[in-house]
């Protein structure tokens, strides 16, 4: 027995194969008819396919060959078993090959598919099949394209043959979102390919810090809540949305207060708000809630992975926040200066005044009120020790007047009436009309020269500076104020100063 083979060696699927069994004698004759049993043939294919079917004998026009077809979807190797009776007589190997491409049925893979990361570099294979989904085995397919789109735009990609039916083009995308597959074979689209792009790694060079409604931290209030914003961002700016970034770095709020003295904060809650969130503003972002206390400078610092936060538009230094002290508070107010003790007559003094909020934080500009009207600081003047002052009525109509000098401190001066004698009075400061507590005994004095043992050196506050002095820096002007007093602690005033 032999087969003729002309249809198994072209044989494509989906389209019918036809082949011959030829019967023959031992002697290699061809046998006319097949002693009352048919040829019988089974095609198994690689694609699990079987059929079972009869060869028929051609008849006159070629004696003794029988005619067999078969038609399979399924590309592949493929087994002929052909049997005359229950006599296997021949087992024939063939292959089937594909159809033509049907960009319909290509198929795209990549490991970026369903999410890929930004900056990664990424293969697409496109994978040519014909109608049936049978791969292609050959390349060769000239008019083949490959492109990666998004809202940004449409590019093209350079591909390569593989030469086994397969496509490769790789790419690398910087912008995070959904981004699409495009192939196409002979100009026909094969299906399309959406994935999702998410953000690099986290870069903190490219961390925006904002406050909850401002372009920028701050300014805040103390004692009043306060929030600051964290959006995490990688290398090419493109949001993270991922919950877990802040718990991954270290945060601390340290505040700088004007006497140099730092108070950290403590963070109350930390909120965030996902990609879906319904404020678009919000997405992404990190809300840090915290309720200062201490007024001065708020420096914002975050460490992650040995990664520093800096602010890129202050030199690469932590992003600052201002915290102004709340509304000033009488009881925290604070009263100083040569004139709580002494005085002498006809000589101006000075008693400074300090306001501060209810945490003690002193107001460093022109103290206001809750309306934001200037504050009426001044004292009242109490003549005592009977007999021996000028009298009540001098004594409490006595010349003052108020300036501020600046720094938050406003300075009151007044001008003891003379006597013939020393005497006393009691001063008391009042703001707004409500005393500050604390009542000071004043000796009025004759006066003297400057004494060198009660000259007192004040800060920029009018503060004695003590023994040693702080709070000086490299390249800002520093100020220190000589105030001369005489023997008893009372000023002289700078005219009497030599």
Known sequence: LTIDNCGLSTAVAGDQSTFFVIAKDRFN????????????YAIVGGGGFTKVSIANEVGTAMPGWHEAHFNTRVSGPATIRVTLGNDVVQVVKTTVSPSNVHPARCTTTSRAFPVAT????????????????NQLTTGGITDVSIAISSDIGSYDLDVRDNSDGTYVAKFTIEKSGTWTVRPRFNSVGVTQTPFTVKAGQMALS??????????????????????VTFLFSD?????????G?????TLSLIVTKPDQTTSTMTVDAVDFYPENSTGSTSRGKFFVRFNPKAAGLLTIRFFSAGESLVNPSNGGLPFTATIEPSTPVINQTSVYGAGLKAAAMGRSTNINVLTADAFGNPITGQPTSASGARLDIKCTFIATGGGGNPGATVVSNMQQSTTYLGGGVSTVYYTPPTHSA???INVKVVIDGIEVPGTHTVLVSLGGDAYTSTTIILDTSLRPVGNVVTGFKAGIEAKLI???????????GAAAAN
């Open 29 to 40: 004759n061809t046998q006319i008819g097949s002693g009352g049993s048919k040829f019988n």
């Open 422 to 424: 020393a005497y006393s």
């Open 482 to 492: 000589i105030e001369p007093r005489d023997e008893l602690g009372a000023p002289v």
């Open 245 to 249: 970034d802040f718990a991954a770095g």
């Open 206 to 227: 490219r961390t925006l810090v904002t406050g909850e409604a401002t372009f920028d931290p701050g300014p805040y209030v103390a004692g009043e809540p306060a929030v």
């Open 235 to 243: 290398a090419k700016s493109n949001i993270r949305y991922d919950v």
């Open 118 to 133: 930004v900056g990664e570099t990424y293969e697409v294979v496109v994978a040519a099949r014909d109608v049936h989904g």
